[in-house]
C-alpha cells in the first residue's frame, strides 16, 4: 500500500505530524547524532556546540556539504535550524512531546515557497517515512521516492 501525503499548510509553514513507537529520547537522538542521522537522510560535521555544522544529504548518494545552523536546541523537546540551499535558506523545526508512550513528532518546514510546495511535500513526507522506519526497525531503503512519493503526491502538494 502506497502511503498518503501528510503535510499541511498552515499559513506559509507546511506542517507534518508522525506518530513514531518509539521514545522522545530515540526519537531525539535520530535527530542530533550525526552517525544515527545518517541512517535515514544524512550527516553533519563539526561541534553543534559551535551553532552551525556542514550537513551532507546521504540517502541518495553522497551529496554536497551545506552549512546547517543551530537556531535553537533544547534537547530532547525542540530542534530548530536553517539550512543553507544555494542562495536561500531553509528553515525547520522539529518539536518532540510524549503521546502516551510513543513519540508525536511536528516537523515544520519555515515558510515555504507556494510554488516549491509540490517538491518539497513528497520529499518531507519520504524523508520523515525513512526516519520512523530508522526508529522503528523497519528497511530504510523499502522507502522508494520514484514509486511512492514523487510525483505520486505532487497533485496533492500542488493543491495546498
Known amino acids: 500500500m502506497s502511503p498518503s501525503p501528510t503535510g499541511r499548510l498552515a499559513?506559509?509553514?507546511?506542517?507534518?505530524?508522525?506518530?513514531?513507537?518509539a521514545s522522545v529520547?530515540?526519537?531525539?537522538s535520530a535527530l542530533s547524532e550525526s552517525d544515527r542521522?545518517?541512517?535515514?537522510i544524512g550527516r553533519f560535521e563539526g561541534d553543534p556546540a559551535s551553532g552551525e555544522v556542514d550537513f551532507s544529504m546521504t540517502a541518495e548518494g553522497e551529496g554536497p556539504a551545506a552549512q546547517l545552523r543551530?537556531?535553537?536546541c533544547?534537547?530532547?523537546?525542540?530542534?530548530?535550524?536553517?539550512q543553507a540551499v544555494g542562495d536561500e535558506g531553509w528553515r525547520l523545526r522539529a518539536e518532540l512531546s510524549d503521546d502516551a508512550g510513543a513519540t508525536r513528532l511536528v516537523f515544520t518546514h519555515v515558510d515555504v515557497a507556494p510554488e516549491a510546495v509540490e517538491?518539497?511535500?513528497p520529499g518531507w513526507d519520504y524523508y520523515l517515512d525513512r526516519l520512523v522506519a530508522a526508529v522503528t526497525g523497519g528497511d530504510v531503503n523499502a522507502v522508494d521516492w520514484d514509486a511512492d512519493?514523487?510525483?505520486a503526491m505532487g497533485a496533492y502538494y500542488s493543491e495546498l
Open 37 to 40: 542521522l545518517d541512517a535515514w
Open 149 to 151: 512519493y514523487y510525483p
Open 74 to 82: 533544547e534537547p530532547p523537546r525542540l530542534l530548530d535550524v536553517t
Open 70 to 72: 543551530i537556531n535553537a
Open 119 to 121: 517538491m518539497i511535500g
Open 25 to 28: 529520547a530515540d526519537v531525539w
Open 11 to 21: 499559513g506559509a509553514d507546511l506542517v507534518f505530524i508522525r506518530i513514531i513507537a
